[in-house]
């Protein structure tokens, strides 16, 4: 009998061991290697502009980086479509209209903006 209630006892106990181990959290992945230092990342868009035609020319850069970009998504087209620029804009001259497309696009942007200067329904000025 005592023999049985040891074994039962050692059981009981390995069982709330195994359970304990089982709540412990899992063992941790290797720690991921530090954040290799980067390069000082450098503005690709100046912060000034020198060649605005269409856009105020005192606009803030945000609000023309952000037009800049939806004029990409719009048109599937890279910045490099219209400016003279490295793909990955590493080398780029935002002011240049070498580029035909950036002229057109300018001619495009201009009539948008007319257009959205005059509310639809507009009477017409005496
Ligand atoms: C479809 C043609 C087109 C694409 C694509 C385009 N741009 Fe432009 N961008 C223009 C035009 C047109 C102007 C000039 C607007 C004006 O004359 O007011 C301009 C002006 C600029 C200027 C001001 C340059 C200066 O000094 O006068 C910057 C900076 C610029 N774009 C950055 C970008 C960036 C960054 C992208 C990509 C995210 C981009 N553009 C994509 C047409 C384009």
Redesign the pocket.
Known sequence: MRIKRAVAITALAAASLAAAQAQQPAPQNPPASPPKPQPQQRS???D??????????D?A?VD??R???S??MT?E???????V?TDD?SQ?D????E?E??????????FILETQKKPAGAPAAP
């Open positions: 690709l868009v100046p000034t502009f020198t060649n605005l035609l269409v856009l105020p020319k606009i850069k023309l980086v037009i800049m970009k004029i990409s048109t087209r890279r910045c490099s479509f219209c400016h620029a804009l780029a935002f002011a240049s209209d580029k497309t950036k002229r057109k696009a300018r001619e495009l942007l201009q």
